[in-house]
Structure formats: structure tokens, C-alpha cells
């Protein structure tokens, strides 16, 4: 059996269930692979500390592996094997009663969020889309957790606006018994960013390049437990649970149904299927965050993302 080390954006939630039930089936097994799974500290900090001596593969924010390779040598970095999210994630959770509708609302306003959450680390992006001076936006690195952001930005009035996922900020919330859901809207990048993805699977040059049946015999069956989750949403929590029988069975169910209304949903998945991207697509994203974040350089697509370790269409329909 080859181990692997999977390093995951966070502990675990109801947004693996995908790949925990690929292990409950027996699918890894099948694929002559056991895996390691390691809790991240955040969608876009697996993807820039990715190394080789610590995981074969990372499940993060795409715009982090752009950003990542921005700063590489061509052909040097890890590469994005299954997108789990056709839809970015990043959000910024703002108070109803602030008045903020739009991006361009936040100029002069105060934004807090993990020093490397990915929305935070993406912003220029968003504010250079939209037109608005990201220099006018005053943002504070906060330790708290985003539910405690959210409770002093509505409770406390200490900021005007937190980074984050929608579906992770809703959970943290509710995890915290804290009744605030309904008093903060999002402004979600996915509005004005249309072209950008969110979570992916990303793999090591090492596996890309030297053991690439292991690879592909591993993206086989991450693609079935996916799609499996997708069909049974409460399945592949359960999954979950088995593993971290202390997570809230109902937020994180609750929560990966989220994900598959909100992330998972852009109708090219339809046409697609689980895992891939639209290499145009893929391409007008890369563009965008290339220029706004002034990297050295812009990867290419391919470089970014290869769809060659997919299994056929039909194992990764989820619906």
C-alpha cells in the first residue's frame, strides 16, 4: 500500500466528506493506497507551505496555487490534480445595517480577517475589478476566530467588514451559539470574479512527475467519494464523523450542503463534471489575479491545473 500524505485546509468538516468517504468505501484501498490525513491551517497557508517533506498533497484555495507559482520557476511547483470548488469561496461578511452593498462601499472602511486567509490575500483582485482604491481600505491581521470577528464587527462595532468563507463564517457562528447569521450579508468575490475557482486538490511535483498511476489511482477515487457525497449529503458527513466523531453532525451537515449549493454549483460543473475546470476560464482568473498582485510572473493553465488524473466523466457526476 503507498501512504500519502493529504494535508487538509482545516480540521475536519463537512466539506471533506468527500474524501472520507472515498476512504469509508473502500475506494482507497481498492487503489492500493492508505492515507494520511493532517489538519491545515487555512485554504490559502497549505497551498504556500506546501512541501514535499511534509505532504504529497494539499487541499486549498486555486488563487493561492497562482499566487504560489507566480513566485516559482516554470515547472517547478505542485500542480492542481480535482477542483473541489468550481466557484471561489472568498467572501467578506459585512453588517446588514452598515449600508455596505458593493466593494466600493469599503473605501475608508476598516476589514479584519486572518493575516492568510485567502480572501484577505486575494483582495486586490476584487478591489481592482470593481475600480475601487484598495490603498483607501484599512486591513487589521486579527488571531480571533471568525466568529468572534463577526460578533465585535456586529455586537462591537470594531470593524466594517470580515474575510473569510460564507458556508466556514455560518458554521463558526453557530458553533459558537452565536444568533448572527441573519444580521450579515456577503459580498461575495464570486460576483465580480466570476472566473476565479476555490478549493482544489493539489499534488507534488514529485507525484505528478515520478508516480503518476499513484496519482491517478488516487484522483479515481477522490472523484467517486465526491460524487458519493455529492448523491448523500448526510452519507458523506456520517463519514465525517466516523473519523472526528466530535464535530456537530447538524452545522457541518448543514454546512456541506452549503458547499454544494454555494461552491459547487457553477453550471459548467454540469457539462464538466466534478473535478475539472474550463481551461479559459482558468486562464481569465490567473490573468486577473496576476496583474492585480503584481506577480513576477503568469503561469499558464496548464501549469495551474491538469485534468489528466480525472477518471472518466461519468465516475464524477454527482447528481
Known sequence: MRRLRIRLNAGFSGPHAGFLLAEEMGLLAQAGIT?????????????????EDVCDLAYGDL??????LGHSAPGSGPQAVFIGFNRTPLTIAVPIAGGARHPTDLAGRLLTGHARDAALLAFPALARVVGLDASTVRIQPSEATLAEQVRQMILGDASDGVFGFANTIIA???????????????????????????????????????EPEVLRALVDAVARGFAAAVADPDRGVEAVRRVAPAIDLRIETKRWRGTIAREMAHPEGAILGLGDAHPARLAQGIAQLAEALSLPRRPGAAEVFTPDFLPPIEARRGR
Open 35 to 51: 492515507a494520511e490525513w493532517q489538519p491545515g491551517n487555512g485554504a490559502a497557508a497549505v497551498i504556500a507551505d506546501m512541501a
Open 63 to 68: 488563487s493561492a496555487l497562482v499566487m504560489r
Open 172 to 210: 463558526s457562528l453557530e458553533g459558537a451559539g452565536l444568533n448572527l447569521a441573519g444580521s450579515i450579508r456577503f459580498l461575495d468575490y464570486a460576483q465580480w470574479l466570476p472566473d476565479l475557482y476555490g478549493n482544489a486538490l493539489v499534488a507534488s511535483r514529485h507525484l505528478v512527475e515520478r
